[in-house]
């Protein structure tokens, strides 16, 4: 568990390279200088760890490509105390980044092995989500509800209902929409009944699935 002066080193850079592709929050880039990536990934991995790329973890996950984290990040403009729902904690590297911008996090895995990986392994270097849950992102949280954003990080083929009610009005949710390859999909909610949606883009990400595992 070790994170030297080269691993901040880094990390710097990293950050740097997120600027040059777009992002621009300071408060994001400030989590991805401080969060030790190479401690979420398999340690053969390591040496890769800065990189801005998305490598395989437990369970025939990935962790995401840190440009991928930080522009879900950004463009939630998630704010102190929020209430967040991610689903899919995976590795815990997009919860750590969420609790960095000081959210109060709520985080859904199904993957039984992966969450209690996770859940084990995050309050050990510090983070601690308001609740880990294992069970199905496609229900969402409805005894939490209703959140400021939800975040989804697997690609969904379709946006699960459930989640659209458990927004507050004028919340957030982003989530990765399709098969193949996915559209970074924000709605944000205008009314009881009213939704606006924007297309953000192309992504891949892991597949979003039903029920747990």
Same mark, same amino acid.
Not at 21 to 49: C, M, Q, W, Y
Not at 56 to 69: L, R
Not at 114 to 126: A, N, Q, R, V, Y
Not at 189 to 209: I, Q
């Given at each position: 568990?070790?994170?030297?002066?080269?691993?901040?080193?880094?990390?710097?850079?990293?950050?740097?390279?997120?600027?040059?592709?777009?992002?621009?929050?300071?408060?994001?880039?400030?989590?991805?200088?401080?969060?030790?990536?190479?401690?979420?990934?398999?340690?053969?991995?390591?040496?890769?760890?800065?990189?801005?790329?998305?490598?395989?973890?437990?369970?025939?996950?990935?962790?995401?490509?840190?440009?991928?984290?930080?522009?879900?990040?950004?463009?939630?403009?998630?704010?102190?105390?929020?209430?967040?729902?991610?689903?899919?904690?995976?590795?815990?590297?997009?919860?750590?980044?969420?609790?960095?911008?000081?959210?109060?996090?709520?985080?859904?895995?199904?993957?039984?092995?992966?969450?209690?990986?996770?859940?084990?392994?995050?309050?050990?270097?510090?983070?601690? !989500? /308001?609740?880990?849950?294992?069970?199905?992102?496609?229900? $969402?949280?409805?005894?939490?509800?209703?959140? &400021? =954003?939800?975040? %989804?990080?697997?690609?969904?083929?379709?946006? !699960? /209902?459930?989640?659209?009610?458990?927004?507050?009005?004028? $919340?957030?949710?982003?989530?990765?929409?399709? &098969? =193949?390859?996915? %559209?970074?999909?924000?709605?944000?909610?205008?009314?009881?009944?009213?939704?606006?949606?924007?297309?953000?883009?192309?992504?891949?990400?892991?597949?979003?699935?039903?029920?747990?595992?």
């Amino acid at each position: 568990m070790r994170d030297t002066s080269k691993h901040q080193g880094l990390r710097n850079q990293l950050a740097k390279v997120l600027m040059a592709k777009g992002i621009t929050d300071k408060n994001v880039l400030e989590a991805i200088r401080k969060i030790p990536r190479h401690l979420f990934i398999d340690s053969s991995f390591e040496a890769h760890a800065y990189q801005d790329k998305a490598f395989p973890i437990a369970a025939e996950q990935t962790i995401s490509q840190p440009y991928t984290v930080a522009f879900q990040s950004e463009t939630l403009a998630v704010k102190p105390e929020e209430k967040v729902l991610e689903i899919g904690t995976g590795s815990g590297y997009q919860t750590a980044v969420l609790l960095e911008l000081n959210a109060e996090v709520f985080t859904i895995e199904r993957q039984h092995e992966l969450f209690k990986k996770t859940s084990f392994f995050l309050p050990k270097i510090g983070y601690k !989500p /308001k609740k880990f849950i294992f069970g199905d992102g496609y229900k $969402g949280l409805q005894d939490q509800a209703p959140f &400021d =954003k939800i975040i %989804v990080t697997a690609g969904a083929p379709f946006v !699960p /209902k459930p989640l659209l009610s458990q927004l507050k009005i004028g $919340g957030m949710l982003l989530i990765p929409v399709g &098969d =193949k390859t996915q %559209v970074m999909t924000l709605f944000t909610r205008k009314s009881a009944k009213e939704f606006e949606k924007k297309e953000l883009g192309d992504f891949a990400f892991v597949p979003m699935l039903e029920e747990k595992n």
